[in-house]
């Protein structure tokens, strides 16, 4: 991707920080791929001392870790410290009804998954829901995940593709000269990224969800009220005329059907484990460098 669709980190973190109290009643797509993980995470083995929920949100998947991992410590990190106040506020919550010991709590941190502050090492499983997509490049997170991993260790991720608000795209097509839409990066790509991390065995599939709305403003709404409108360096600065708008509207109510209009959404799940080999290097033009080692 070029610089003018990469994405604004601050201004990331400063839209989910605003979006916080309104993030769990639009949130839907977010509950279901959370529900899902859980599931693929059911059929794995392992029983680890640490887990890390990588851009935790609110916390909704948090009650869910607990229960598959009742004596692990659990991590609640995200970018944006509003939603941490709001997981802090629900723990406190789950305290008052259900006697929730102190020790049973998620600990909060504030940080990038781009620059965990974490030690080497220093997690079992890293839990990541719809988050590695305000990644630029996948590259660096893949790289932090593997640095705090102990060996043995998994990942296991959820992200979108580049088919996700497809209908959206569509709409703002031909508008004017800015970028309106975020982009996503491939499946494929993702999956070499984990190899290329030194990642171990990286599964990946896909599967599309598709949402529905009355209207393109209710998109909208729910977008912002996540916190997940465009955060591009190529977005516009300024508000969009009623001539623009109109023509969005016109071209999205092109795509209604059944009295709806479709929101599609291409989700990526992917799951590796840390082993001890060593994260290939690139050389500058792409070469990747292997090294033969003799055996002792």
Request: aromatic share 8%; with cysteine.
């Amino acid at each position: 991707m070029s610089e003018a669709f990469y994405t604004d980190k601050k201004a990331v973190q400063a839209a989910f920080d605003r979006a916080a109290q309104s993030y769990d009643a639009a949130a839907v797509l977010q509950r279901e791929v959370a529900d899902r993980m859980l599931e693929r995470l059911a059929l794995m083995r392992i029983e680890p001392v640490r887990v890390l929920d990588a851009g935790c949100g609110t916390g909704y998947a948090l009650p869910g870790l607990r229960q598959r991992f009742g004596s692990a410590e659990l991590l609640a990190l995200d970018l944006a410290p509003g939603m941490l106040r709001v997981v802090q506020q629900k723990q406190s919550g789950f305290r008052q009804l259900f006697g929730l010991l102190d020790r049973q709590k998620a600990l909060p941190l504030c940080g990038d998954i781009e620059a965990l502050p974490l030690a080497d090492a220093s997690v079992d499983v890293i839990w990541s829901s719809l988050t590695l997509q305000w990644c630029n490049t996948p590259d660096r997170a893949f790289a932090e995940f593997r640095r705090v991993l102990r060996p043995g260790g998994l990942l296991l991720f959820a992200t979108l593709g580049p088919d996700t608000l497809h209908e959206l795209r569509t709409a703002f097509a031909g508008v004017d000269g800015y970028s309106h839409v975020n982009q996503f990066i491939d499946m494929h790509d993702l999956g070499d990224a984990l190899g290329q991390q030194g990642f171990s065995g990286p599964v990946m599939d896909m599967e599309y969800l598709t949402l529905t709305y009355p209207d393109a403003r209710a998109v909208m709404r729910d977008l912002k009220d996540i916190g997940a409108a465009n955060h591009m360096h190529g977005r516009r600065s300024g508000m969009m005329g009623r001539a623009a708008w109109q023509r969005v509207v016109a071209q999205y109510e092109a795509l209604r059907r059944d009295g709806v209009l479709p929101c599609t959404y291409e989700v990526i799940y992917g799951h590796a484990w840390k082993t001890d080999a060593p994260a290939s290097r690139t050389l500058a033009d792409g070469a990747q460098i292997i090294e033969f080692r003799p055996r002792k």
